[in-house]
């Protein structure tokens, strides 16, 4: 019969070898727990128990290197958010020269909100949140730009017809 001192600090036992046996097998004492056989006045550790010495060099004494170790996954950077810096990109070059941004400008404002609900969901594995903001900003920024020169050059043209044609 033995007595152990649990990890908590108290006293347990008496119990039989075999039961000292499966809490080792449990996890439940290990290499540093103390014990007491009965008769006995010392409290040693279980390895200085011969009849304990192969169960409890199987099992790994606790510390840190026994603690499970987490891995978090690395974030990864949010396609929608890459995509709509890249439509924001093509929605300023673009506006300046032919279509007013469109489809660019709206395609960035879409992916770039569609981002930044998905990042929020999941700060964890999502990144990219600059980018989306980035590309929501150039986005809005080209459909703001296409709106001024369409209004401009409506105002441009009807003015043009009004001094051609005489007044009624």
């Not at 080792?24 to 006045?41: D, P, V």
């Not at 010495?53 to 004494?61: D, G, I, M, S």
Request: hydrophobic share 45%.
């Amino acid at each position: 019969m033995y007595k152990i001192i649990g990890a908590d600090g108290r006293e347990y036992g008496p119990i039989t070898a075999e039961m000292l046996r499966e809490w080792i097998a449990e996890g439940r004492a290990n290499a540093q727990t103390r014990a007491q056989a009965e008769g006995a006045t010392q409290w040693k550790p279980l390895t200085e128990f011969l009849e304990f010495a192969p169960y409890v060099a199987a099992t790994r004494p606790p510390g840190p290197a026994a603690q499970p170790i987490s891995i978090r996954p690395a974030g990864r950077t949010n396609a929608m958010a890459l995509t709509s810096m890249i439509m924001g990109i093509l929605a300023i070059t673009c506006g300046m020269c032919c279509c007013y941004g469109a489809p660019f400008n709206v395609l960035g404002i879409i992916f770039g909100l569609v981002a930044l609900t998905q990042i929020r969901n999941d700060p964890a594995s999502e990144q990219g949140r600059p980018l989306a903001i980035t590309g929501l900003v150039l986005s809005l920024a080209s459909l703001a730009l296409s709106v001024l020169m369409f209004s401009l050059g409506l105002a441009l043209s009807t003015s043009d017809l009004m001094h051609k044609f005489p007044k009624f």
